[in-house]
């Protein structure tokens, strides 16, 4: 009888386990939200520096400001540093308590918010500031492409995405909300691609 009661606790916790886990992953709905914002930032990237010219890609618009070749060779760069720091950090750490879904609410929010605002400036990192890695403006716009695939990818076939969580700018986040990250992330350097495209001095061809 003991016997019966300890191997009827033990399925329980299980149980109990797994369902927190479902009820801490990601719905399908969030998913496909979500993989419409990367496909969405991506295509603001790709309008942004579609059929420049050589002039337009090098210009500008201070000597301590980024060019638009500049600005997408960091974007190449920061998408596989970004789904790199999401795969082999966030989502290695131990799993976490289930948050509530007014806590998970505010800091997705949080991150949609923030980081594509302008208003606030950050210094990239060393590994993120343009060296010229992909050796043109076009090589680089074709690595984001690949890697924004990749991202896209990832977002759709893991699992205990909201499991874990993970040290960012922003505080502490989750797998998912570091992919939302990666997505803000092109949104606000779109804007800053714009602003480089509005000054006066822009080239005209």
Not at 43 to 66: E, I, Y
Not at 69 to 78: F, M, P, Q, V
């Amino acid at each position: 009888m003991k016997r019966c009661y300890a191997v009827a606790m033990v399925m329980a916790l299980v149980l109990a386990g797994a369902a927190s886990a479902k009820a801490q992953d990601v719905s399908q709905a969030d998913k496909d939200r979500a993989l419409q914002y990367l496909e969405s930032t991506k295509k603001g990237v790709l309008d942004a520096t579609r059929g420049l010219s050589d002039a337009q890609w090098n210009f500008k618009s201070a000597p301590d400001r980024w060019s638009l070749a500049e600005l997408i060779e960091h974007l190449a760069a920061a998408e596989d540093m970004l789904r790199g720091v999401t795969q082999e950090q966030i989502m290695k750490s131990p799993a976490v308590p289930v948050r509530t879904a007014e806590e998970i609410k505010k800091s997705d929010e949080i991150v949609l918010a923030m980081v594509p605002d302008r208003t606030h400036k950050a210094q990239a990192p060393e590994p993120l500031k343009p060296t010229n890695r992909f050796g043109s403006p076009l090589e680089a716009q074709k690595h984001f492409v690949e890697s924004r695939a990749a991202t896209e990818e990832y977002l759709k076939n893991t699992a205990g995405l909201r499991t874990h969580l993970g040290d960012s700018p922003l505080g502490k986040l989750d797998g998912y909300e570091f992919l939302l990250f990666t997505g803000a992330h092109s949104e606000r350097h779109t804007k800053q691609m714009l602003e480089v495209k509005a000054d006066p001095s822009f080239p005209k061809n």
